[in-house]
């Protein structure tokens, strides 16, 4: 079940009153909207993590967004959703409804600036991700996604070796255009040659992470771009 909870925060209006915010608890596999859903709210992720997909015509669906806590969620120009959002794992959002986030990008100097930061970000992610699909073998869109999990997801945060996977593997052939069989192929490959180990299902340790990156991107002519992705 969803669990509504309602708290006062330190976030205020344009006369610099507090305003009172909604949180929603997710616990994992249960879906924040549903592709055609109004689109009357947004959501910035507080923690735990949120898939974005659409369904394709032939029953299957692709991932196209992972979202990591700070992330705004549901932003879009027109009056439904285009996609599917799901919590990864247990999830907490905080709900802004569509009719505040104006007011609140024009008071809130630190808000629109995050949320300008994110789009710009997701646009060089999204082209970055339309050349992992159709330029990278399996292998090396495994690695890359391994990169990407460790920049986003290891920051300053305890080892930063270690990368927290909430993620099934047939959530990440998903992700990456792959079967499942063929995405736990490649993650025993490169833990066979000794650049990844795997100590729980959903835990992976780089253990060379140059090796990584050089599998990632064998393409030297992406690899500083989709680095910075």
């Known amino acids: 079940m ?7 925060t330190k976030e205020t209006d344009g006369d ?3 305003i009172e915010t909604t949180t929603l608890t997710l616990d994992r596999d249960q879906v924040l909207y549903m592709e055609g859903d109004g689109a009357e709210r947004c959501y910035r992720l507080k923690s735990g993590m949120i898939s974005e997909y659409r369904m394709l015509l032939n029953g299957k669906r692709q991932l196209v967004s992972i ?5 705004i969620v549901g ?9 599917t959002t799901e919590a990864t794992a247990r999830s907490v959002v905080e709900v802004i409804p569509r009719s505040r986030l104006t007011r609140r990008l024009e008071t809130d100097e630190d808000f629109r600036s995050q949320l300008v930061a994110q789009f710009l970000s997701r646009l ?11 330029r990278l073998s399996a292998l090396e869109r495994v690695a890359s996604f391994l990169v990407e999990f460790h920049k986003r997801q290891c920051k300053g945060a305890g080892d930063d070796r270690l990368v927290f996977i909430p993620m099934t593997r047939n959530l990440i052939a998903d992700y990456l255009g792959l079967t499942h069989e063929t995405v736990s192929r490649c993650f025993s490959t490169l833990k066979s040659r000794g650049l990844i180990e795997l100590p729980k299902p ?28």
């Open 2 to 8: 969803r669990a509504l909870t309602t708290a006062i």
């Open 16 to 18: 610099r009153r507090p």
């Open 67 to 71: 979202y990591f806590p700070g992330d």
């Open 75 to 83: 932003v879009t120009p027109s009056e439904t959703h285009d996609a």
């Open 124 to 134: 060089t992610h999204t082209q970055a991700h339309v050349v992992l699909l159709g």
């Open 202 to 229: 959903n835990v992976a340790e780089i253990v060379d992470g140059a090796a990584l990156a050089e599998v990632a991107y064998r393409d030297n002519g992406l690899c500083n771009w989709l680095c910075n992705a």
